[in-house]
């Protein structure tokens, strides 16, 4: 990992205050291509407000955001979207009652060429191989694309989620607490894919309670306590107790 | 290759198949307590109730599968079928054209439907009422100025072609029976094969999904409530060319009738499920028990005792089913 390289996607001094609470201050954050960085904290150190920075839900009171070296300020999550950001967050999920295709495509709807397509007709042959290409290639096996999410197993769900964030994300992926609620085997699924998405250039950031999935998969742990960075370091660095420690802050890494 | 029994078992298991079914054994076993049943006439006269059904049944089956409800379809019927009869009564009288006067008629239902739909929409994504209770207080305020404008009588004095509108006279089929016919299944088509259909089925499976995939839930839902109302007026219209008058109870119990409708055809009122061949199915399924019992001399309010057990059976199925497929 050359880390003398422009960053992918980085944020630069930010703070967010709710009135007199202050959830980030003075936050530094970066990510190159086809690296994951895990960040982690206890509750309340400000996680839930840095991802929603990081994916436009939330503007910060202060600070700048950079991709590809170039600021950026996002008015929702749609410019962030629409910039290659794409966020998963734990609680939004897929709607069970569609299909795999039709949830990866959802919001992206292609439709058919001509006038049908201009009256909102959608090409669904078309989508549920697309969409099946494209899990595919994230190592996601769903047996037919067509199928209802409601059918799915759990830790398919979750596939299908990531692989639906992926299939979109050109340059940075959030995922909020993706082995959350997930047995041991499809929690090691998820984590895998994860290794996929790494493989294809893409920033990934991994936020997660489960230590030893975030020493498992990330390549950089940075650690947040009471809305400041407290450890930005490489994986290799950490062991469970130190990084335990940091985050409870037993530990002071610096 | 399949085998026949699992072919039977997946048919069993498809709704709008057993909605057939049961559909061609009412037929069957009217037909056996009478045969005047299974005629044109009888048939004809089944269709024309059948048209404002899965007219207002199509509107409440949107408003179903992206999780709400729209309880105001009865009363937009009896208050559109009103205001445009007072006005057809009142252009009638001043030698205005039939012609011209009908459709104005028409657009006034269709104006009137609009702006229940919309009133019921800022109600539910603006003030944020559930549903339920949005359109409960636009039910009650619709029949109530129903009555208001016409004293709770029936308003005639249209132009004299208006009844012979209504008559059938393709088979079984009335004129507007068939451009409702149309409709509706173009508004299928867009249920099932377009983009308003998904976002409609994807706010009711998940709002927190839709959103999060940059669907303007809000926007949405104003526009699934102003499309029930419209054709709960259109309804209203049907009724009015139907009877020759507007009156303010033509629509009473229109909405339980519509909401039947699509729970008999398979949809949950939590949302994300339906389909437009089961209200059209449950919809007709509801009419020929009401015009089969008549024909058989039952009294006439046996026919809400089979529809609460159609009902019920229609969801018990549906629980089965879920906890089959878990």
Known sequence: MSQSSQPLYEVRNVSKHYG?????????????????????????????????????????????IFLDGQERKWDSPHDALEAGVETLYQDSGLAPHLSVSSNVFLGREQTVPGILG????????????????????????????????????GGQRQAVAIGRAVSWASKVIILDEPTNHLGARQAGEVLHIINQVKA??????FISH?????LEVTDRIVVLRLGKVVADAPTSTFDAEKLLGTITGLIDAK | ?????????????????????????????????????????????????????????????????????DLSVGSTVGI??????????????????????????????????????????????KAHLVPFIATLVTMGAGAGLAIVFTGGAPIGGGPDKTISLSVPDFGPFNRPGIAIVILVSILGLY?????????????????????????????????????????????????????????????????????AAVVIGGAALSGGVGNFFGTALGALILTTVTSGLIIINVAANWKQVVVAILIAAAVLLQEFRNRVRK
């Open chain 1, 200 to 205: 294809q250039g893409l920033g990934v950031i």
């Open chain 1, 210 to 214: 489960t230590l030893p999935h975030v």
């Open chain 1, 118 to 153: 201009k009256f909102g007709f959608l090409a669904q042959k078309s989508m549920d191989k697309i969409a099946h290409e494209n899990l595919d290639r994230v190592g996601i096996a769903v047996p037919q694309s067509n199928r209802s999410v409601s059918q799915l197993s």
């Open chain 1, 20 to 64: 007199s609470v202050k959830a980030l201050e003075n936050v530094s954050l970066s990510i190159h291509a086809g690296e994951v960085v895990g960040l982690v904290g206890d509750n309340g150190a400000g996680k839930s407000t840095l991802v929603k920075v990081l994916s436009g839900a939330h503007q910060p009171s202060e600070g700048q």
């Open chain 2, 191 to 259: 249920l099932h094969k377009a983009r308003f259909g998904r976002y409609t089925y994807a706010i009711g499976s998940n709002p927190f999904a839709a959103r999060a995939a940059g669907i303007n839930v809000d926007r949405h839902l104003i526009k699934i409530y102003i499309l029930s109302g419209v054709l709960a007026g259109m309804a209203g219209y049907y009724y009015y060319l139907r009877l020759g008058v507007g009156a303010p109870t033509s629509g009473q119990g229109g909405e339980l009738q519509a909401i």
């Open chain 2, 80 to 125: 559109s079928g009103v205001v445009a009869a007072i006005s057809m009564e009142h252009l009638t009288s001043h030698k205005v054209g039939q012609n011209f006067t009908l459709v104005l008629g028409f657009l006034i239902c269709v104006g009137i439907g609009l702006l229940v739909g919309l009133i019921n929409a800022l109600l539910i994504t």
């Open chain 2, 1 to 69: 290759m399949k085998s026949l029994v699992q072919r039977g078992r997946a048919a069993l298991g498809n709704q709008q198949v057993l909605l057939l079914v049961v559909l061609i054994l009412m037929v069957g076993f009217f037909t056996w307590r009478n045969h005047i049943f299974f005629t044109t006439a009888v048939f004809g006269n089944i269709l024309s109730d059948w048209f404002p059904v899965i007219l207002i049944g199509i509107g409440e089956t949107f408003v179903i599968i992206s999780g709400g409800i």
